[in-house]
């Protein structure tokens, strides 16, 4: 059986940014966990983990400059989620991609030969930086080592992204919808939803939590694989995954997952979840032709097809949890 919604949600305010009103809903989950007689989560005897890929004002609310159409109704059936199965529910892992203005995939790192910055969903090549078309403001020659080795690696070509999830500003801040979700499960269960900060280096993209696209340049680290989160995140029985965008983040996050497990324990790809229901892709730029490498749709599909043929187990928001 599922839980009641709790009187406070309202549906139609997912897709609104506002203040959380965590001291009246810090009120509702007290009568609530008395009402449901809810047991603390550290009593769960088959513990699962909701992980949260970038659920931010950035990406889910329209009028954001990296809003993913389907956002909304995406968080929509996730709270419906998160409520309905609360007392399942051991614990909250949020990502938070968290950028700044001076980053290698934001236009203002790049100048064309007519001394303009690239537009929004321009893709850059190793070709492109060496032969002049794009100019990087700086370090030069780690953006070339950068673009031969995102190049190399097959997974994207580098591309120029609207400014978005400024760290400071309001698109960086979960929706608040699932903030109050997030405050109303702490309370009802007694725990603390993880917050994960990811994306801050200036010269990789960092689709991933638990690794940026590149490693090393020019001989130093700049990022390396999150063990911490990793280990954190598969210590739980069952891991549910959602969040945005299905053809970027939440995609190399879990592509991350299967390498690392099919490396080490294979047999754990069985606790992953995927809520395909409660993911959306970005959209492919007005390119004619489109470049594979650009057509987003088409690549988050194909990412979920290959992570259930690994062993993971693709969903709907509607499924019930089934504990052993």
Known sequence: MTLPLPDFYDPEMVGEVYVERAAMIAE???AYRQQHAIAPATQDPFRIAAFGIDCQVGFCTPGASLFVPGAVEDAQRTLQWLYGNLDKLSAIF??????????????????????????????????DVQNGT???????????????????????VLTIWPYHVLLGGVSHTLVPALMEASIFHNLVRGCQTHFEIKGTHDLTEH????SP????????????????????????DRVYVFGQAKSHCVRSTLFDMRDRLEATQPELLDKIW??????SPVPPPPLDPLP???DFPRLADEAIEALQQAGMHVVETTAPIEIP
């Open 292 to 294: 594979p490498e650009l």
């Open 274 to 279: 995927i809520l395909q229901d409660a993911m």
């Open 134 to 156: 794009w100019t990087p403001i700086a370090h030069r020659e780690a953006c070339l080592e950068y673009c031969r080795k995102l190049d190399a690696s097959g997974k994207y």
């Open 28 to 30: 509702a989950a007290g």
């Open 213 to 236: 696209e590149v490693q090393e340049l020019g001989g130093e680290a700049v990022g390396a694989f999150n063990e911490t989160l990793f280990n954190a995140v598969m210590d739980y």
């Open 94 to 127: 949020f990502t938070l991609d968290t950028h700044h203005l001076y980053q290698i995939f934001h236009p203002v790192w790049w100048v064309g030969r007519d001394g303009r910055h690239p537009e929004p969903f321009t893709p850059i090549s190793y070709e």
């Open 207 to 210: 689709y991933s939590v638990l």
